[in-house]
């Protein structure tokens, strides 16, 4: 089964702060996503990536920048946080051509910006 | 604009009985729909798709969908629901031919109550 793990599971961060959100998947997919969760808001996606040092905006990137350093590992990071993140965060992987069936995602972290 | 409306936040229903959950997703081409469910502190699993074909589709645990491009609907239904199945439950559309690129449902809560 497909493995995305995220770290850490939960961040607790200061105003104008710097955050990293890091994802890692095991089974040499291709794509990845980093999504925002917030209640009354479904998923809504950040960035993503087709491959190894290359990155992608997605439909909210402001504030966000991702990088994509080994097909394994894709990271989201907040330069300056701000109350308005405060969210949970889910990465996702699919192999390349694959339709939206194969995401899987991660378990989530939850991140509290204060 | 693409959307998917899911008009009902929470459903509590006792376990044993039947269950619908509502899906109303607006989009002019070819949708590609799914079911996620998210159970507490995990990430989000497929459920079910449909692509094309026979409009009603199978998925795991018991769960299946039926399609109706009429009225542009993708409900969600159980004949006898378990506890276990209490969790949020995010109808997707998926915009066909772009990988990823997907449009999340708001989400309905469900509560099996004992």
């Known amino acids: 089964e497909a493995a995305v793990t995220q770290s850490p599971r939960s961040k607790v961060a200061v105003t104008g702060g710097k955050v990293t959100l890091s994802c890692h998947q095991t089974n040499n997919h291709d794509y990845m996503y980093w999504y925002r969760q917030d209640t009354g808001h479904g998923l809504r996606l950040i960035h993503y990536s087709y491959v190894a040092d290359s990155t992608e905006k997605g439909d909210i990137p402001d504030g966000y920048k991702a990088s994509r350093p080994s097909q394994e590992n894709f990271s989201l990071i907040l330069e300056l946080a701000s109350l308005s993140q405060t969210a949970v965060y889910f990465c996702?992987?699919?192999?390349?051509?694959?339709?939206?069936?194969?995401?899987?995602f991660g378990s989530g972290t939850r991140l509290t910006v204060l | 604009a693409q959307s998917v409306t899911q008009p009902d936040a929470r459903v509590t229903v006792s376990e044993g009985a039947s269950l619908q959950l509502r899906c109303k997703y607006s989009?002019?081409?070819?949708?590609?729909l799914f079911w996620y469910v998210q159970y507490p502190r995990q990430g989000l699993q497929l459920l079910l798709k449909y692509y094309s074909g026979d409009p009603v589709v199978q998925g795991v645990n018991g769960f299946e969908a039926e399609f109706s491009k009429s009225n542009s609907s993708f409900h969600l239904r159980k004949a006898s629901v378990h506890w276990s199945d209490s969790a949020v439950y995010f109808c997707v559309l998926s915009l066909a031919g772009n990988t990823g690129k997907l449009i999340f449902g708001l989400g309905t809560t469900l509560q099996v109550q004992p």
């Open positions: 989009y002019s081409g070819t949708p590609y």
């Open positions: 996702a992987s699919t192999r390349q051509g694959e339709s939206a069936e194969t995401l899987y």
